[in-house]
């Protein structure tokens, strides 16, 4: 079957002050790829996907997301198209339970003017909620203050949150940040659940995490594009094992 693709970027730059955050990015994403993208701090990762979900503007380049040129497109409109992001630091609403929590989300991605006109739009909000919450193993905590979940189950609320668009691609900002091994395994688990109906985009610096989820690996330097390919592909470059793995033993 011919690779589907989803996301593409072309030239992609963003500067700041002279500094070349990202230089130049010419990337594709394939429709149903779990794609982890990793480099060393100040590569510009979070820049990049940053430009990807419309939160900053380019200097230069063109982003298009399901055959569509999006670069001007503001997030909350990319949102709409099906383009979710979660953030590196857990970005919830503490003093709200995890339902309410992931029914904001389910709200925005249904249009609030469209649920005024509809007499069932709160219990479609919250059926789409619950059903994201009970996807990633919140079932059990609906009711609970997300403020006083542990910090792995606060990272799923956002997980949640993200479903509950109904997005064509998740893009997974340093997921596994603070959490233990423990939850890291969940983690994991619930991305590969997620794979099977969204395209994922995991920007990682954990590599036992990207070597177990990624079918491929796209590595940042300096705002480039370092190298591409698969785990083992990446593994073995020399010029990766340079920039940021370490030499091999």
């Known amino acids: 079957m011919a690779e589907v693709t989803l996301l593409r ?5 963003r500067h700041f002050d002279g500094i ?20 060393p701090n100040g590569a510009g990762k979070s820049t990049f996907v940053g430009l990807l979900s419309g939160r900053i503007k380019p200097s230069a380049g063109r982003v298009e997301f399901a055959g569509r040129d ?13 383009l979710a992001y979660t953030f590196q630091i857990t970005n919830i609403y503490k003093e709200m339970t995890v339902l309410e929590n992931v029914a904001i989300a389910a ?21 789409v909620a619950s059903e994201a919450a009970r996807s990633v193993g919140l079932g059990e905590m609906l009711g609970e203050t997300a403020g006083t979940l542990a910090y792995g189950h606060q990272r799923l609320v956002e997980v949640a949150m993200g479903l509950a668009q109904s997005p064509r691609l998740l893009i ?11 939850e890291i395994a969940n983690f994991n ?61």
């Open 189 to 249: 688990a619930v991305v590969r659940k997620v794979s099977e109906t969204a395209t994922v985009l995991l920007i990682e610096h954990n590599m036992d995490v990207v070597m177990a989820l990624a079918d491929r690996i796209t590595v940042l330097d300096q705002g480039r594009v370092l190298a591409e390919g698969t785990p083992a592909e990446i593994t073995a470059s020399a010029a990766v094992q340079a920039a940021y793995l370490g030499e091999p033993a």
């Open 107 to 127: 709200q925005n991605r249904l249009r609030p003017n469209m649920l005024r006109r509809n007499p069932g739009g709160e219990a479609e909000i919250e059926r």
């Open 20 to 39: 070349k955050a990202v230089d130049g990015v010419d990337f594709t994403l394939h429709q149903g790829e779990i794609r982890a993208i990793i480099g």
């Open 9 to 13: 970027t072309q030239g992609l730059a």
């Open 172 to 182: 997974l900002d340093e997921p596994t940040q603070g959490l233990s091994d423990g």
């Open 70 to 82: 999006v670069t001007g497109l503001p997030a909350h409109k990319r949102v709409r198209m099906g």
